[in-house]
């Protein structure tokens, strides 16, 4: 199956949004138990900070240095970073190479990067502050394509806990959040 991976940015982004609208304790724990509500959310903007800077050939270490410190109103930041990142995905050619940390990659393998980065701590958000945890369908469709071809690496990798136990027949989404390390059905993992 094709996807369209800038409507499928977009839908993430707007699921994240609809969660970051939601949040009354920014202290609280999150799926991973290092990071508070305030700390995921930072993480996500702060990804978002560095798209449009990556796209136009930065690296990272350049992008962090070009990039402002955030300020305390995380809800105006989350909605200035993710305008910011989908209004470089939309005009950057398709053809265009990204220097990651680890590597040079399309500018499409850094989309379904970050899409599937931004689901998954759709997830983690709505877990910590008692949201709807449940992601679009064909997101989680998509992302599945990004990360059960690294099943066996994404625990080695550093960037997940330890894929959790969870029978072959379970939902997607529940499938989808055991490789990346988390318990779909209510253990926080740290």
Known sequence: M????????????????TRVAAVTEWDATTPDTEWSVRDLVVHVIEEQQWVPHLLAGSSIAAAKKEIDPLRDDLRSE?????????TAWESTPRATMVRLS???VTMED???????????????LARAIGAD?????????????????QKDTLAASGLFASPVPIPDDAPLQARLLAITGRDPHGRIIG
């Not at 449940?134 to 992302?143: C, F, M, N, P």
């Open 102 to 104: 680890r590597d040079i």
């Open 110 to 124: 850094y989309l379904r990067e970050q899409v599937s980065d931004v689901a998954i701590h759709t997830w983690d």
């Open 78 to 86: 989350w909605r200035l970073y993710s305008f910011a990142a989908m």
């Open 2 to 17: 094709a996807f369209d991976w800038l409507e499928l940015q977009r839908r993430a982004h707007r699921g994240f949004a």
């Open 133 to 149: 945890e449940q992601l679009d369908s064909e997101l989680v469709d998509a992302v599945w394509t990004v990360f059960e071809p």
